[in-house]
C-alpha cells in the first residue's frame, strides 16, 4: 500500500523560504509521477509542481515559476518542493501526490495516491 508523508510546513514571512519533503513507501515508485498541490481555506485543491520519477520531467503552476523547485531523490524515495520568496497568498495545506506512469498532469483526479498534508503559512 502506497503511503505518503508530508513534512516540512511552518510559518514563514513573505519573501521567505521553506523545503517541503514528502516520504513514500510501499512502492517501486521508478515508473511514478509525484506531484504537489495545494488548498487554501475555501478554495478548491491546485496543482502546483508535478516530477516524473523517471527522467525528472517537470511541470510547474504559472503562479509559482521561478519561486518553487520540485526534485526528487531516488535512494531516498523522497519528494521535495523547495519554496522560495513565498508570498502570503502562498498559504495553503500542501498535499503529496503519487500516479503511475510519467505524465506531469495538472489534474487532482489523475493523482492516485495522496499525503495528509503539511500547513504552510506565510504571513506579510
Known amino acids: 500500500q502506497v503511503q505518503l508523508v508530508e513534512s516540512g510546513g511552518g510559518l514563514v514571512q513573505a519573501g521567505g523560504s521553506l523545503r517541503l519533503s514528502c516520504a513514500a513507501s510501499?512502492?517501486?515508485?521508478?515508473?511514478?509521477?509525484m506531484g504537489w498541490f495545494r488548498q487554501a481555506p475555501g478554495k478548491e485543491r491546485e496543482f502546483v509542481a508535478a516530477?516524473?520519477?523517471?527522467?525528472?520531467?517537470?511541470n510547474y503552476a504559472d503562479s509559482v515559476k521561478g519561486r518553487f523547485t520540485i526534485s526528487e531523490d531516488n535512494a531516498k524515495n523522497t519528494l521535495y518542493l523547495q519554496m522560495n520568496s513565498l508570498k502570503p497568498e502562498d498559504t495553503a495545506v500542501y498535499y503529496c501526490?503519487?500516479?503511475?506512469?510519467?505524465?506531469?498532469?495538472?489534474?487532482?483526479?489523475?493523482?492516485?495516491?495522496w499525503g495528509q498534508g503539511t500547513q504552510v503559512t506565510v504571513s506579510s
Open positions: 501526490a503519487a500516479r503511475r506512469g510519467v505524465q506531469v498532469p495538472t489534474t487532482t483526479s489523475t493523482y492516485e495516491y
Open positions: 510501499g512502492r517501486t515508485f521508478s515508473n511514478y509521477a
Open positions: 516530477i516524473s520519477w523517471i527522467g525528472s520531467r517537470t
